[in-house]
Nanobody, 121 residues
Framework: QVTLVESGGGLVQPGGSLRLSCKAS????????MGWYRQAPGKQRELVAT???????DYADSVKGRFTISRDNALLTVALQMNNLKPEDTAVYYC???????????????WGQGTQVTVSS
């Protein structure tokens, strides 16, 4: 069984910073793309940033220049450094990992439980 555990959410003032972390654990044969998504109240879940196993990154236009995604392949972790936070960044942030649990299995998508980020003065 694979689990993704997130940490690092909280309340921050506009212009502040937060760092989210996510660790994958369990029976993992191959850990491929990892990423962060977010869902604000009344809105659909949206992509924030992704990173491949080769460390190529992609960002939503709304966070480019403010957020940085990184990963440690040895530790099976992915992080999201969020700077210059804005009220519109308020959402539940979810870690996502696309991985293979066994060489005989296809790639599947796994989600963390979510962590709340609130940007407010």
């Amino acid at each position: 069984q694979v689990t993704l555990v997130e940490s690092g959410g909280g309340l921050v003032q506009p212009g502040g910073s937060l760092r989210l972390s996510c660790k994958a654990s369990g029976s993992i044969f191959s850990l491929n793309n990892m990423g962060w998504y977010r869902q604000a109240p009344g809105k659909q879940r949206e992509l924030v940033a992704t990173i491949t196993s080769g460390l190529s990154t992609d960002y939503a236009d709304s966070v480019k220049g403010r957020f940085t995604i990184s990963r440690d392949n040895a530790l099976l972790t992915v992080a999201l450094q969020m700077n210059n936070l804005k009220p519109e960044d308020t959402a539940v942030y979810y870690c996502n990992a696309r991985l293979v649990v066994d060489r005989t299995e296809d790639e599947d998508s796994y989600w963390g439980q979510g962590t709340q980020v609130t940007v407010s003065s």
